[in-house]
């Protein structure tokens, strides 16, 4: 009975050295007597018990990894307190296993002196512009030496630049001053604009007043040049229809009549003048002698 518990204990310690289920997105590497034998992948997997054994276990997986804060000189000679992440990943256990002593502290060391070098190159002001070339910077130095370590570099993440307290409030005051400078700049150009706006719109005004001045003046004349012109077209009509009228048969003897009854009632409107003093002719002959003249005028006229 003795002899079976230990030949079932024996079996049950040589199934566990030989038998080994590996897990998914992982690599074993395995040792033959110390030396490197193979590398385990997912699922069942045998060895040969107390020769072989599992020495290092590695997972494929993205691994982030937390990079300690350190503080930096700029190119300018200021101290910035910088932190990241990195993110990186196992693609040769063989090597992860053989090639450091301890790969994490590796890559940790070096993306600080990498991110150092790359910080250094650069003044403080680019530092902030620039994330994306330092983070670029820094995964390319660390790719090209992990290489040896079988681990491959994703990526790396500044999570804060910190500058000193000092630097902070001259940064400050200079983008306050910058904003004050756009608002006044901005507040300028809003009067310049105002200023134009007016006068452009005096100018407009100014323009359309003499344009109605003028057009006012253009139809003020034109009125005046048609009164003119129907005035004289009336009295050339009124003309023509006398000259017509006395070359009809008694024609002349209304005419005489028509002077007559001028003649008259000018006489008339002399003598209602109180300070005027009217000397009336002797012989009324003269009057006749008047309207005589007035005719042979007429007949003048008629004749040319």
């Known amino acids: 009975m003795e ?4 030949v079932f204990v024996i079996a049950v310690i040589f199934t566990a050295h030989a038998v080994k289920v590996v897990p998914q997105q992982n690599a074993w590497v395995k040792e033959r007597l110390g030396k490197y034998a193979g590398t385990l992948t997912p699922g069942l997997n045998f060895l040969m018990p107390f020769v072989e054994k599992v020495a290092y276990k590695h997972s494929l997986k993205e691994i982030p990894l937390d990079v300690p804060s350190q ?48 910080i250094g190159k650069l003044e403080l002001d680019k530092t902030f512009e620039e994330r994306d070339i330092i983070n670029a910077q820094v995964v390319q130095a660390i790719d090209e030496a992990a290489l040896n370590w079988g681990v491959k570099v994703l990526r790396y993440e500044i999570k ?9 409030h001259a940064m400050q005051a200079q983008i306050t001053a910058e904003r004050e400078k756009r ?13 134009i706006n007016i006068a452009t719109g005096e100018r407009e005004a100014s323009i359309a007043r003499s344009e109605g001045d003028k057009q006012a003046v253009i139809n003020k004349a034109q009125g005046e040049a048609t009164a003119i012109m129907t005035l004289a077209s009336a009295s050339a009509q009124a003309i ?11 024609g002349e003897q209304a005419v005489q009549l028509k002077v007559a009854e001028k003649a008259v009632e000018a006489y008339g409107k002399v003598a209602q003048d109180a300070t005027t003093t009217l000397i009336v002719p002797s012989n009324m002959t003269e009057v006749s002698a008047l309207i005589g003249s007035a005719m042979k005028m007429v007949q003048v006229e008629r004749s040319a």
């Open 3 to 6: 002899i079976a518990i230990i």
């Open 71 to 118: 503080i930096c000189i700029t190119r300018d000679n200021t101290q910035l307190q910088v932190d990241g992440i990195l993110y990186f990943q196992v693609t040769d256990p063989m090597r992860a296993s053989y090639g450091s002593s301890n790969y994490i502290m590796a890559v940790t060391q070096l993306a600080q002196t990498s991110l150092r070098s790359v």
């Open 160 to 168: 804060d630049l910190t500058p000193p307290k000092e630097i902070l």
């Open 183 to 195: 608002a006044l700049i901005a507040a300028s150009e809003g009067r310049r604009q105002e200023q």
């Open 240 to 250: 023509e229809r006398v000259a017509t009228a006395i070359r009809q048969p008694g």
